[in-house]
């Protein structure tokens, strides 16, 4: 590929990063003035026109040329750019990111107070979040609270520079998980170009880590130096990067414990069916276990849930949500509950059986964390959000050659189905279009990528 070819490709991917802006111009202005059905038509389309053109890019970068490492990064700063021109629009998470530090540093407030105890009623960044947002606390670790106090000393009283200081701060951090992977690549005899571009150009790294703002994209940065580490045979260091993750966010422990036990669990000597045995005790214990105490348990653990709360803890694109909620519907919530908690269950086994596998195997330690992460948050976390699958991307270019495919279009689904997500976030009534696009949404995130998992099996 030619030197031209390679800036219309990095020009085609901004250009997609810069249609968001679009949407972002109508949805941004809050549901008092949501477009109606047409806008709302074409402003999917335009959603979808530039997802298409990120993916494309996204593709002809990090497979059809060989980029310098350099290039990658200046490109992919260009893309990252261009996205930074509107504000988040997707999800509320960085207006609340903004509330925490606003409280720490305008009010001197713990994180851990309500915001609407201590905010004045027309604080703006107060305003800017739901009635029950306003109720609520950091969920955050530390050092994600003492970034947030910074981002709010930085942006004063002006609500929209918090945003886009963490809009700026998603995108350093993805562009630094893009040459950490892309060095880490170089070590493994990997071109480190191609390796770069997987992370810097993936339509779920500009969307979710730089428009949306989520900070999961400093998770993704944690990931990638564990990456580097572990491939420069830093096996303390990769450890502790891993560690420095639960800071951010309590998901970040997911693969810290993975890589764990990893070598403590290879060494027992273990089978398969040992782990089919294990799971189908675990689930019996979970059915008896949720019928007796399912009240009990639910209300001091938000992952489990309660069988009695108004709203079930699951989105449609989990798999586990259609029984759930044909079983509330037929008013048997601790049965629905239940199929929750044997899901948890079933988590917890596959992510031991990963680790297990990654010890076993020592030479694909990485290969196995990129499937334990991925198998785990397409099927198996009930609040499925796209952004999660952020610090997966630093793994991408040591995942299984046979899974990848499946990876990678998880990647353009998890950011594409919002196109049909978004004309109904301001519809409280449950009504028939809504419910199509909610099937819509999870056929278009878990359809493609599960057809390749199995294609892969086939093929293996």
Not at 283 to 308: D, E, K, Q, S
Not at 322 to 331: C, E, F, K, V
């Amino acid at each position: 590929m030619s030197h031209q070819q390679q800036l219309a490709w990095i020009a085609l991917s901004a250009a997609g990063a810069l249609l968001l802006g679009l949407p972002a111009a109508r949805y941004g202005q809050g549901c008092a003035n949501w477009p109606g059905p047409h806008t709302n038509f074409e402003l999917s389309l335009i959603h979808l026109a530039a997802v298409a053109s990120m993916t494309a890019a996204w593709w002809a970068l990090s497979h059809r040329a060989e980029l310098p490492l350099q290039r990658v990064l200046l490109g992919g700063a260009v893309v990252h750019l261009a996205a930074l021109g509107a504000l988040p629009y997707l999800s509320g998470d960085p207006y609340y990111y903004s509330a925490i530090g606003h409280a720490m540093a305008a009010y001197h407030q713990s994180p851990t107070v309500p915001f609407d105890r201590f905010m004045r009623a027309d604080d703006p960044f107060l305003m800017a979040l739901g009635p029950d947002w306003r109720r609520g606390v950091s969920p955050y670790g530390w050092g994600f609270n003492e970034l947030a106090s910074w981002v709010a000393s930085v942006g004063g009283e002006d609500p929209r520079l918090h945003l886009h200081l963490y809009q700026a701060l998603g995108a350093l951090a993805l562009l630094g998980a893009a040459w950490l992977t892309g060095r880490a690549a170089h070590r493994a005899g990997q071109s480190s170009g191609r390796a770069a571009a997987l992370v810097a150009f993936c339509p779920l790294a500009v969307i979710e880590a730089t428009q949306s703002a989520h900070n999961d994209a400093l998770l993704a940065l944690v990931t990638a130096l564990f990456v580097y580490l572990w491939m420069a045979d830093h096996r303390l260091g990769a450890t502790g990067a891993l560690a420095a993750g639960l800071a951010i966010k309590l998901s970040g422990g997911l693969l810290l414990a993975l890589s764990l036990v990893a070598r403590p669990l290879g060494a027992i000597a273990l089978r398969r069916r040992h782990f089919v045995l294990f799971a189908a005790v675990l689930m019996v214990l979970a059915l008896l276990g949720g019928a007796r105490f399912g009240a009990a348990i639910g209300y001091y653990t938000g992952l489990i849930g309660n069988p009695h709360a108004p709203e079930q803890y699951c989105t449609m694109r989990a798999i586990e949500c259609l029984p759930r909620s044909l079983l509330r519907m037929a008013h048997q919530y601790v049965a629905a509950w239940t199929v929750g908690l044997m899901f948890r269950v079933f988590g917890a086994v596959w992510l031991v059986y990963a680790a297990w596998r990654a010890g076993r195997e020592p030479h694909r330690h990485l290969a196995w964390c990129a499937t334990g992460l991925f198998v785990y948050y397409l099927y198996l976390h009930g609040w499925q959000q796209s952004w999660y699958l952020l610090p997966l991307l630093p793994l991408l270019p040591f995942a299984d050659v046979g899974l990848f495919p499946a990876m990678a279009i998880w990647c353009v689904g998890a950011v594409a189905y919002y196109a049909f997500k978004l004309p109904f976030d301001c519809q409280a009534e449950d009504t028939l279009g809504k419910r199509l696009a909610e099937v819509t949404e999870a056929a278009l995130v878990l359809g493609p990528a599960s057809l390749l998992l199995i294609r892969s099996r086939r093929v293996a």
